[in-house]
């Protein structure tokens, strides 16, 4: 399973660093995405890390501001999210997923697996 953690209240301008805890299965066999769901809008996939952490990619939306980054020994995923917007609200999920060599994006959940609960993120302006 994956297990999402750090959400929170923060005000526009802010910083939160969220984390996503795996277990039950061999971790850097597999790259993790996190993904965002906004009230009222679709899933969108706004970061993912390849296996070994060496290549990441980044949605238009989050690209300067949002950092992803593994420890594969801990077994853990981390999104640092700075220069929080109101429009970056939502529940964050991470998951399990597939990396393909020369992976562009964008990054879609039907390439992922294995989903967490999400965790709450909410920006006050």
């Known amino acids: 399973e994956v297990v999402e953690s750090g959400g929170g209240l923060v005000h526009s301008g802010g910083s939160l660093r969220l984390s996503c805890a795996a277990s039950?299965?061999?971790?850097?066999?597999?790259?993790i995405g996190w993904f965002r769901r906004a009230p009222g809008k679709g899933r969108e996939g706004i970061a993912c890390?390849?296996?070994?952490?060496?290549?990441?990619n980044y949605a238009d939306s989050v690209k300067g501001r949002f950092t992803i980054s593994r420890d594969n020994a801990k077994k853990m995923v981390y999104l640092q999210m700075n220069n929080l917007k109101p429009e970056d609200a939502g529940v964050y999920y991470c998951?399990?997923?597939?990396?393909?060599?020369?992976?562009?994006?964008?990054?879609?959940?039907?390439?992922?697996?294995?989903w967490g609960q999400g965790t709450q993120v909410t920006v006050s302006s």
């Open positions: 890390i390849s296996k070994s952490g060496t290549t990441t």
């Open positions: 039950g299965f061999t971790f850097d066999l597999w790259a």
């Open positions: 998951a399990r997923g597939i990396w393909v060599a020369g992976f562009k994006g964008p990054i879609d959940a039907k390439d992922y697996d294995l």
